[in-house]
């Protein structure tokens, strides 16, 4: 059974740096795409960034313009896990962050993890 369980956010000053860790099992997270997306209060769920896996160490990274330039995401396939890096945040960064994956044309969420810009 794929499980994904995020974790790594909190209160941060804008400026402010956090980094987020989405855990995945139940999957061959080599060659497993690692997406994640946003939701603020009131607002649709939102894409952020993406990343492919070729099975190698590294896949090739997308993101939304909105957080291009401020936003890294990574992965690291012997811990299966993907992480958000996130600087220069501002409040409206402030979201329900959640990670996501598919497997077998079938999409699997993890609970999010909040995280709050402000001074």
């Known amino acids: 059974q794929v499980q994904l369980v995020e974790s790594g956010g909190g209160l941060v000053q804008p400026g402010g740096s956090l980094r987020l860790s989405c855990a995945a099992s139940g999957l061959t997270f080599s060659t497993s795409v690692m997406r994640w997306y946003r939701q603020a209060p009131g607002k649709q769920r939102e894409w952020v960034a993406g990343i492919t896996g070729n099975g190698g160490p590294n896949g090739a990274e997308f993101y939304a313009d909105s957080v291009k330039g401020r936003f890294t995401i990574s992965r690291d396939n012997t811990k299966s896990t993907t992480y958000l890096q996130m600087g220069s945040l501002k409040p409206e960064d402030t979201a329900v962050y959640y990670c996501?994956?598919?497997?077998?044309?079938?999409?699997?969420w993890g609970q999010g993890t909040q995280v709050t810009v402000s001074s």
């Open positions: 996501k994956t598919n497997v077998g044309f079938k999409d699997y």
